[in-house]
């Protein structure tokens, strides 16, 4: 409520007064701001109002919503004259009010109260006005719609006779369009709808189309059209050209005006660059974003979301956790008002990492299950797959080899991802094959994809890669060659300071850097791969923290470990399965889980990891 608002409804001119004094006299009417400009009642006594006008004036109700669609126009309050407009039943102005104020709204990244105005739009509506039609393609690929943008598309480009060359006249009443305008918008939503069903090449030429169609000085959407070229550009590996494109929509997003796109490039290019493993590279990115948004007051603009989680996640490789729950909390929440599907589900899943580090497993699980929710019925791949691998590594973690042989096989099913995703897809298969005990086949599979990897400049994946052929060699008893091929991950990950990348890899991985450290300090590495002492025992103590991050007790344990559970606690340091410990042992898998359990009890423990860590405080291994 405002007094000008309140004075074009009704008639009166005493609008302020009265919203005044039922203020002064606690009559349900709150201030929205310090200089009394605009109020709003309890919304419960709100919701009355509206329903006793439903009830008692029903026929009121169509031209009050109109006189302030009409008041909301004219002072420029887009949504608000929006929601009016179709209140009212009034589609024609709806859709006048829509198209004038789209630019706004999707530039912002309010695509999810773009979505709302066009589904409550006829279709008739949007024909008269078809960039609406194109737009309306756009906000459903961003939150994961992929069906009917096609023909969607095809619908806008036949109102305006180019039907990409089927010679369709204009459609009768459709209002004046500018016909390059809508085909190159068209055109890069196509980009956009290519790449997100792994067609990188196709989005690349109808981003190129795009800007072609658009003179240099067309800044309206010259910047979405270079964004998706961008993307398209990373999706085809062509990590160079991504770079480049990512940083010249930044600049046309700020030339523009542009707040959205410009953060968008931003955040993307980061990403690109944590990808790269420029982890430092990355950080600035993410800085000067949030530097630039501080600056244009738009810390709250959706588009900030993809900056925060990207933040969140850089905090998290470097095992600052309390600082990265908090970027990915309040990242996650701007991403689902701009409704943004793979940002979002990047969101989940970073979180529900940080959940998994502080011990909290079944939270941490509880995540995966809310993230694979969200893609579920959404039919964006890189989101679907995405959310997979991440539930096979938790269940991995858990030691539940099937569940995460499922959760696999479903990734493994989803058609239509980058190459990079499903490289991503067979590092999981790897480790499975880890955890099956498959070394021969693992490090078979891990050799091919360190080659294509590598010469794709992704060094994050690189760095896995190395460090699980390294476990997988140390498993199979290859120790010098394991320290070798430690060596090299560690190399690559000190001077970017990867530290969970590592660590996340529990018991074996606390053995495996013992070991290497002793190599390195005898002078039996690789000169090439000389990596600083400080960097292994910052790595060993994270590992040897206990789930919740605080220090080991030295005491000793109150019950003392028998001869049978000290050998399975050994097993257990080594990385070996309960199934392989069965098998060496001579004796049942419930027998051992039985020892583990003991193990857990009697060391105040509360996982493999933190066995291990007690375990080697109290000299026992």
Known sequence: ??????????????????????????????????????????????DFLRGRLERE?????????????????????????????????????????MEWGIGQTWYRGEVVTLLGWLRKLPKEAMLRRPLLLVWYAAALMLVGRLDGVESLLREAEGVVG?????????????????PQHLLATAAAVRSLHARLQGDPQGAIEHARRALALLPEDNLNPRPFAAFCLAEAYRAADDLEAANAAFAETAE??????HDYIALTAMGSLAYLRMAQGRLREADASLRQALGFAAERGAELLPAVGRVRIGMGELHYERDELDPSERELTLGTELAERAGELEVLVRGQVALSRVRRARGDTEGALKLAHKAERLTRDSGAPQAIVGAALWKARLHLMRD???????????ASGVSDVPRSTRESERISRARLLIAREDYDEALQLLDRLREAIQAADRRGNVIEIIMLQALALRARDEKTRAMEVMGQALALGEPEGYVRTFVDEGPAMVVLLYETLEARQRGRLDPANKVPVHYFRKLIAVLERDVTGTALPATGPPEP??????????????????????TELFVSVGTVKTHINNVYRKLDAHSRTHAVARARELDLI
């Open 162 to 178: 180019a039907g990409e060359g089927q010679g369709e006249e204009p459609r009768p009443g459709a209002d004046e369009v500018d």
């Open 1 to 46: 409520l405002s007094g000008p608002l309140c004075d074009a409804l009704t008639g009166r001119g005493d609008g302020q007064h009265t919203l005044e004094r039922l203020e002064r006299e606690n009559l349900l009417v709150v201030p929205l701001d310090d200089h009394r400009g605009w109020y709003r009642y309890h919304h419960l006594f709100a």
């Open 252 to 257: 046309l997003g700020r030339a523009a005006g």
């Open 400 to 410: 539940e080899p099937q569940a995460a042989t499922s959760d696999l096989e479903r």
């Open 561 to 582: 470990l028998s001869e049978r559970e000290l050998e399975v606690l050994q097993l257990i340091a080594v990385g070996k399965s309960n199934r392989r410990i069965a």
């Open 57 to 97: 004036r029903p026929e009121q109700l169509a031209p009050l919503h109109l006189r302030a669609a009409e008041w909301c126009e004219e002072n420029a309050l887009v949504a608000e004259a929006v929601r009016h407009a179709l209140s009212a039943g009034d589609h024609e102005r709806a859709a006048r009010l």
